[in-house]
């Protein structure tokens, strides 16, 4: 998840064993894979902080010696500040440029119809009337596309193998 390193440098901050990171990163995939439908996910990485900080919690309840810095650290900042920090803002910032520069580099018609699409939320229908091509086209280019940003992304940032299909955050089904 393109989150985990932000959420695993706030438990760093709590003061957190490397292992009892790694058990409260591995709940959070757990029950992220529990949940039947993401849909209602407006935000995924302030999602997976809220989970974490709630894992956290339960985990410093069970617990039979808190550490005193944790728990007022904690308490002053509520658990977790759901505001963004400055390096997420500017992490943010820096992949969407390093997005937009992929989604520039496509080919033309590829690179408006995934504009269409993800940036404008126009369905294929709407796309194909607007550019008097096929449906088929738009569906082909848009795949196409989706797959060269994916590559382009993985080739720079040293991301995993993403699922076929999805851009992450970019906005609108496929």
């Not at 997005?99 to 369905?123: G, H, Q, T």
Request: contains cysteine; negative net charge; glycine residues 6%.
């Amino acid at each position: 998840m393109p989150h985990e390193r932000f959420v695993r440098a706030w438990l760093q901050r709590s003061r957190l064993s490397y292992e009892d990171i790694d058990e409260v990163i591995q709940d959070c995939y757990c029950r992220f894979a529990m949940l039947d439908e993401v849909g209602h996910i407006e935000r995924p990485d302030a999602y997976f902080f809220t989970m974490a900080r709630n894992l956290l919690g339960r985990q410093r309840k069970r617990a039979k010696i808190v550490p005193i810095d944790a728990l007022s650290e904690a308490e002053v900042a509520g658990l977790i500040d759901e505001t963004p920090s400055p390096e997420r803002h500017v992490a943010a910032r820096m992949e969407m440029s390093s997005l937009r520069a992929f989604v520039a580099s496509l080919p033309d018609r590829r690179r408006r119809i995934l504009e269409m699409r993800k940036f404008e939320d126009m369905s294929q229908k709407e796309i194909a009337q607007r550019l008097g091509i096929t449906e088929s086209i738009v569906e082909n280019d848009l795949f196409q596309g989706m797959l060269a940003v994916q590559r382009a992304w993985r080739d720079t940032q040293g991301l995993a193998e993403p699922r076929s299909g999805t851009l992450g955050d970019l906005g609108a089904h496929a």
